[in-house]
């Protein structure tokens, strides 16, 4: 433990004050689960209307993440450089795997007669998945999207890996560097915050989405996706993914 | 000449709605069976002037799954305007399927169906299912809009602006008896019989021509299915509209249809009449095995009990003096109908023991039972009272409920059977002058009581 420097002194070697590193952090963390969004949505609707072709979709982003981000770092860097385009990449998708099952179940999970209605009523395909299909899918939607965001938080910090860019997770291959252990809590627990502050922020957006939830089974209605999902409380992955 | 003035026709006291409201039921015509019916004829003359006989005319339709399933085959049905037509059958016999095949949720395999003459592939399909209301069981709502939202759909759709569509979906929520207050909220705020009305609501609310209801009430309990289907009768006796109804239900088909198909399994008809010629004369076995026991009492639904020849003898006021009471209490009449200074039934009074001077005690007496609604209920209805009676007799009251007579079971037996000879006579007239077999052929109607 060299040096009287604090928790939030910040080695001059990463380039960014702590507040600078959070933003990066965040950049890195949102951007890939809303690229992840983007390709879900017209991914799960192809999945939703060819049924045929959810099963070999869900075998490639299963098969692509369990690609380790190392693999994607060795072969994007010619392209991408040592950039944070090359993290978030690989974060993109690994979003895939849990936002695209999220909204393919979201969207079936929607009963038959309101499909039938909404037929019936002379709605036109794209208006029924837009005005029926995904307002209902957004408590599966976002049940995917706290998962795939506390997972991507947390996963950021492979960045290290090429260099500079695992924005947080710097400080921890700072602090065996230096010898600062501080900097690895400092790291550990900002993390943390971070992803449980933008977890909230997550719900909070849900609930102001869906006030037509009866009270007290929103819980019982996430509880019913993570089963469909497989076993992906947001404790638990990101720490597998850690291990990467 | 249709049978209109016979005096217990087929008078339908089987279809019964709460109270009438609107005016058309004045003088008597106070079912809304009947109001509909003097509807359907107009609307066949009207069509048989200009050539079209119904609003949606089944043409041997076919329709057969990728699987091969042959779901409906080679069905004919003429759905006639502005009545209530009830597909019935046992499940898988393709009820549903025959009625997407008219909104073209299902498009049929062999075939054509007519709509207004035209056949409904002629025009786009949205368009189509927009000129018909469809509600299913469950109601299927959409869970994520308001009520209000959720009954003003089509008519945004249709490019309503958003003011004249929530008015639209206001004025709605009252016809179907939902309460202004419930606007706001959203499905599973809602009863089931709620979400019900609200499904009839939206069903409604572009003003369709067509209405297609694909058991709707099946999935809420007995007594809220029977509001719903007397309210749906109000509704139709209001608006009019061309309704096609499955229910796998026979009780349900015989208490809304003007006409009844019973389709078998395989998709064929079994029979197409009105409910009364049903119960009366079932095409096959399957038809009277579907139809189930008690036909011949159930029919009795059809017969009005206006033509029953009542008696005031054994009814006597609660504050008759002794004299009165003797006079009445003769030997015919072991039991006396006690009732209140304005004429309501209080119960019956053993006449031996009236007689024996002491008076009438209101707290002595046998109770009176429901009593029927004279002219307005059926004789089904009144030979029920007569059976559920301590006494035999069956009390007839008024609309207000004042007592008008009273009844035994033998008379009710006599008024059966010549209600029975009265409407075997007019078939036979009818088939004898060769008049045709329309749905408002047998819609003899009550005369003003
Ligand atoms: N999409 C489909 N593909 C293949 N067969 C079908 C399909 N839909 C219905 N069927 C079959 O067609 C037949 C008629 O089905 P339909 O749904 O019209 O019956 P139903 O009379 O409405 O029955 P229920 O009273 O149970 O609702 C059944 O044998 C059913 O299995
Ligand atoms: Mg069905």
Redesign the interface.
């Known amino acids: 433990m060299s040096g009287g420097a604090g928790f939030f002194d910040i080695p001059s070697d990463l380039q960014h004050t702590y507040l600078g590193l959070i933003g990066e952090h965040l950049k890195e963390a949102l951007i890939p689960v809303a690229g992840g969004l983007a390709l879900s949505l017209p991914i799960a609707q192809l999945c939703v209307r060819f049924r045929w072709l959810y099963p070999p979709v869900l075998w490639v982003t299963t098969v692509l993440y369990a690609i380790p981000s190392i693999a994607f770092f060795v072969f994007l860097i010619d392209y991408t450089g040592a950039t944070e385009t090359t993290v978030m990449i690989p974060l993109t998708v690994y979003s895939l795997v849990v936002l695209v099952p999220a909204i393919v179940d979201g969207v079936r999970s929607v009963?038959q007669?309101?499909?039938?209605?909404?037929?019936?009523?002379?709605?036109?395909s794209m208006q029924r998945y837009l005005r029926?299909e995904l307002?209902?899918a957004?408590p599966a939607i976002f049940a995917g999207l706290r998962v795939a965001t506390v997972s991507s938080i947390s996963l950021v910090s492979v960045g290290s890996l090429i260099g500079n860019e695992g924005a947080l997770g710097n400080l921890l291959s700072d602090a065996h560097v230096f010898h600062r252990s501080n900097l690895a809590v400092t790291s550990v627990v900002t993390t943390a915050v971070l992803a449980i502050v933008i977890d909230a922020l997550l719900i909070g957006i849900r609930m102001l989405l869906?006030?037509?939830?009866?009270r007290g089974s929103r819980s019982a209605r996430r509880a019913s996706v993570d089963a469909v999902t497989g076993p992906a409380p947001e404790e638990a992955r990101p720490l597998e993914e850690a291990a990467r | 000449m249709r049978e209109r003035s016979h005096r217990t026709g087929p008078g339908n006291p089987a279809r019964r709605g709460p109270r009438p409201v609107t005016g058309r039921n004045i003088g008597g015509l106070n079912s809304p069976r009947n109001g509909l019916r003097a509807r359907a004829a107009q609307a066949d003359s009207r069509h048989v002037r200009k050539g079209i006989r119904a609003l949606i005319r089944i043409e041997s339709v076919t329709k057969r799954y990728p699987d091969g399933t042959v779901a409906v085959d080679r069905l004919s049905l003429e759905i006639p305007d502005g009545s209530v037509t009830v597909l019935v059958g046992p499940s898988g016999c393709g009820k549903t399927t025959t009625l997407r095949m008219i909104n073209r949720m299902v498009e049929l395999s062999e075939g054509r169906i007519l709509l207004d003459g035209a056949d409904i592939t002629r025009q786009p399909v949205n368009t189509l299912r927009r000129s018909m209301g469809y509600v299913i069981q469950n109601a299927g709502l959409f869970q994520h809009r308001t009520i209000v939202d959720n009954i003003a759909t089509v008519p945004r759709m249709l490019g309503w602006d958003r003011g004249r569509a929530r008015t639209r979906a206001m004025d709605l929520m009252e016809r179907v008896g939902l309460d202004a207050g419930l606007a706001k909220r959203y499905p599973y705020q809602l009863s089931g019989g709620q979400q019900q009305r609200v499904g009839v609501a939206r069903a409604l609310a572009a003003d369709p021509p067509v209405l297609l209801m694909d058991e709707p009430f099946s999935a809420v309990d007995p007594i809220v299915r029977k509001t719903l289907q007397a309210e749906l009768l109000r509704i139709q006796e209001e608006l009019g509209k061309t309704i096609v109804f499955v229910t796998h239900d026979i009780d349900e088909a015989i208490r809304l249809g003007d006409m009844v198909a019973v389709m078998r399994t395989g998709g064929k008809l079994a029979q197409f009449a009105p409910p009364d010629e049903l119960l009366s004369a079932p095409a096959d076995e399957f038809v009277e095995d579907f139809l189930g026991a008690g036909r011949g009492v159930r029919r009795l639904s059809f017969f009005t009990s206006a033509g029953l020849e009542l008696t005031t003898d054994p009814v006597v006021a609660v504050d008759a003096s002794a004299a009165q009471i003797a006079e009445r209490a003769t030997d015919d009449v072991p039991y006396l109908l006690v009732t209140d200074a304005d004429g309501r039934p209080l119960g019956w009074a053993r006449a031996k023991d009236a007689v024996g001077g002491e008076g009438l005690d209101a707290a002595q007496l046998l109770s009176h039972g429901r009593p029927f609604e004279f002219g307005r209920d059926s004789l089904r209805d009144a030979l029920d009272c007569a059976v559920l009676s301590p006494t035999g007799w069956a009390v007839a009251v008024d609309g207000d409920g004042r007592v008008v007579g009273v009844a035994s079971q033998e008379t009710i037996a006599g008024a059966i059977r010549d209600a029975h000879a009265e409407r075997k006579g007019s078939a036979d007239r009818k088939a004898a002058a060769g008049a045709p077999g329309g749905p408002g052929a047998t819609g003899a109607r009550r005369t003003a009581r």
């Open positions: 009963p007669e309101t499909l039938a209605a909404a037929e019936a009523m002379g709605f036109t029926v307002p209902i957004v869906t006030p037509w939830l009866p």
